[in-house]
């Protein structure tokens, strides 16, 4: 009887570690965002010990495929093995590092209660990260893209042409993060940010993934948009992102 509850209550995932933190003397909890069950908050027992069989697999920004141990607060990890080791090759690279680290805290907010998009979600993440790894594209404009992406998967999808509020199509040249992005003269609010075109350009192509043009922006834009990117982003989150602060805009 034993075996076989065992046995009902463990499932196998692929999931990307967003977090860890330390529980006693070799423990860890760990805070995954998984393909088929959204956030999962498992203990990986004896996983800091030197011993360990897949202690360096359960490392932030690690994904793995793992099998899982349902438990009343939290999972147990039985098994893990890695499937994308991106961690090390972000763990190199201060810049890298900290866009990753503010990727898996968003990833973590915006999973923490909404389960129907984790699927989705979980393939932004699995993305960026891949991304970031491989150096693909500059580092600040991974992460822009995938907050925008996010954001929009979440059901907080920017309009940077068009305005947000009536529809008018645009460019217009003023943006507003309460009422969704870009917003004509007349729906513009007082204080409302007046970017620059060629910015207002850049996060077109970034939402989008249109990697071409977003690779060839000038550095003015990529900080203007960065600005403009943290700033829809705690509102719609509602707070902001600590490891938002360390990220570094050349």
Not at 79 to 96: M, N, V
Request: proline fraction near 5%; include cysteine; charged fraction near 20%.
């Amino acid at each position: 009887m034993t075996n076989r509850s065992f046995a009902s209550r463990t499932y196998r995932d692929e999931g990307v570690v967003l977090r860890t933190h330390k529980l006693g003397e070799a423990d860890r909890i760990i805070t995954l965002l998984t393909k088929r069950h959204g956030q999962v908050r498992a203990v990986a027992r004896g996983v800091r010990r030197t011993s360990s069989k897949f202690g360096a697999v359960l490392e932030p920004f690690m994904v793995a495929d793992l099998q899982l141990v349902s438990g009343r607060s939290l999972d147990i990890v039985a098994q893990a093995q890695t499937l994308g080791p991106y961690g090390r090759e972000i763990a190199a690279d201060y810049r890298k590092y900290t866009a990753a680290a503010a990727i898996c805290e968003t990833a973590e907010k915006l999973t923490d209660v909404d389960g129907e998009s984790a699927s989705a979600q979980y393939a932004l993440v699995i993305g960026a990260l891949s991304a970031l790894s491989r150096s693909v594209h500059d580092p600040e404009l991974i992460l822009d893209s995938y907050l925008l992406r996010a954001l929009a998967t979440a059901g907080w999808a920017p309009s940077f042409t068009d305005c947000a509020r009536c529809g008018a199509p645009g460019p217009h040249t003023a943006f507003s993060p309460a009422l969704g992005g870009a917003v004509c003269h007349q729906c513009r609010p007082p204080g409302s940010a007046s970017p620059a075109p060629e910015t207002m350009e850049l996060l077109a192509a970034l939402l989008s993934a249109n990697w071409p043009q977003a690779d060839a922006s000038e550095q003015a834009a990529r900080r203007e948009s960065a600005g403009l990117v943290a700033g829809y982003l705690q509102w719609h989150l509602e707070r902001s992102l600590k490891s938002l602060r360390h990220v570094e805009r050349v």
